[in-house]
Structures are given as C-alpha cells and as structure tokens.
C-alpha cells in the first residue's frame, strides 16, 4: 500500500496524558498537513510543512500540540497534558509540490483519540 | 475568512433516485478553488474534483456532475441515478490560490450524509 498511513488508527487515554501520532506520507510527496475531525464536523486545519520546514500553524493549535517532521518525511503530532475536548479524529494528508494540477490533497484514513 | 456551507446535514434516497448535495461559500478572494470530497466509513477522504474560481464550466464525470455559480457564490454536486456505494459523508471546501496554486489549507464544510437505500 503506497497511501498515506497513519498510526495508532485508535488511542484511549485518559485526562492529562500525553499521546503521538504518527503519519507516513506518499514517499514522494513535500508537502505534508494534519487536520483534525470531531463529530458531525468537517476537518480543521492543524498545520502543514513543506519538507521539514513548517510553514503554517493553525490558531487551534495550542500550545499543548507540536508537530514534527525531522527529516522531511513522516511526521509526528504530540498531544501533551490531554483534555477531552481533544477527542477527535486526526487526519494526516500529503502532495506533491509541484505548482499546478489537481491541487488535490491525500489523506490516511485517520487517528481516532479518545479522552476519558 | 472564509466559510463552507453544506446546509442539508442529512439525506436518505432511493436508488436510481438523481440527488443534489448543495454547497454555498464565502470568501474575500478574487481567485479560488473549491472541491468536494467524499469520506466513507473507513474515514479517509477522497478527493473528486477541483474548480478554479475563474472557470465556471461545468463538469460532468460519469454520474457525477457539478455546477458553479459564482454569481450565487454556490458549487453543488449532483450525483445521477444513485447507487448504494455512494453512501457516504461528502464535504465542500474552498481553497486560497497563492502562487497560482492551492498550498492545502482547506476549509471544509459541515458535510452531507448521504444515505442510498436498495
């Protein structure tokens, strides 16, 4: 499978913990994007890095999130201190960085976080 | 800022029934994008198409076909003769171009359940 993975697909946790997400893009994709799903809502925007360089950080995320993407490759999402309302679903999306075509974004199929 | 509406929040045919999924936008941009996408229950999203603010042909692909009207700042989907595995949640979402090009930061509407019934 040459998707977009992402890991853990489910995490339960409680209060105050701390979680990692983790998403493997389409190997020959620069540009990498994390959003996030709760209930009954379309994605919000998170954050996106060209390689490694990230470039945008959405007011939502607050202090408690950091996104990583080292080497340019895959990237990690850490929820520190964990509060319910961070219960949703992330979603990991990769393109190319090529000007022009579809301008169409790939997405795993998503980490779900539960906040007990 | 930007906004995406999807008012229906739910809607339930027949298959072989024509539906209409409707998308209204708000934006401050002169150039855009817009597209839809469809999630189905395993939750990854999947693109279906993209349309650039300053063309507003309208595309049919299949049983698929969108109509833009900037004037009425709408993009609506229509889905022809319905077929059970188009069940599924689909989003409207709108798009900056900068640089001639959308660098990914979407916004997305509410989303449509769609339900086709055998």
């Known amino acids: 499978d040459t998707g977009v993975s992402q890991d853990p697909r489910h995490k339960i946790t409680k209060r105050g913990q701390n979680v990692t997400f983790r998403c493997d893009p389409i190997s020959e994709h620069n540009r990498l994007y994390w959003y996030r799903q709760t209930l009954g809502q379309g994605p919000e925007f998170l954050t996106y890095f060209q390689n490694e360089a990230q470039l945008e950080k959405s007011r939502l995320l607050s202090d408690r999130f950091s996104a990583e993407r080292p080497k340019g490759s895959f990237s990690t999402l850490e929820i520190q201190r964990t509060e319910q309302g961070d219960s949703a679903m992330y979603l990991c999306?990769?393109?190319?960085?090529?000007?022009?075509?579809?301008?169409?974004?790939?997405f795993g199929e998503g980490s779900r976080l539960t906040v007990l | 800022a930007q906004k995406v509406t999807q008012a229906q929040t739910e809607i339930s045919v027949v298959e072989k029934e024509d539906v209409t999924l409707d998308c209204v936008y708000e934006t401050r941009d002169t150039t855009y994008y817009l597209f839809w996408y469809k999630q189905p229950p395993s939750g990854e999203l999947v693109f279906l198409i993209r349309?650039?603010?300053?063309?507003?042909q309208n595309e049919i692909s299949g049983r698929y076909s969108w109509n833009f009207q900037k004037s009425t700042s709408s993009f609506n989907f229509t889905i022809t003769a319905s077929q059970v595995v188009d069940s599924a949640v689909y989003f409207c979402?709108?798009?900056?171009?900068?640089?001639?090009?959308?660098?990914?930061?979407?916004?997305f509407g509410q989303g449509t359940i769609l339900t086709v019934h055998p």
């Open positions: 979402a709108l798009s900056e171009i900068t640089g001639g090009t959308s660098y990914g930061k979407l916004t």
């Open positions: 349309r650039n603010s300053f063309d507003e």
């Open positions: 999306a990769s393109r190319p960085g090529l000007a022009g075509g579809t301008g169409e974004l790939f």
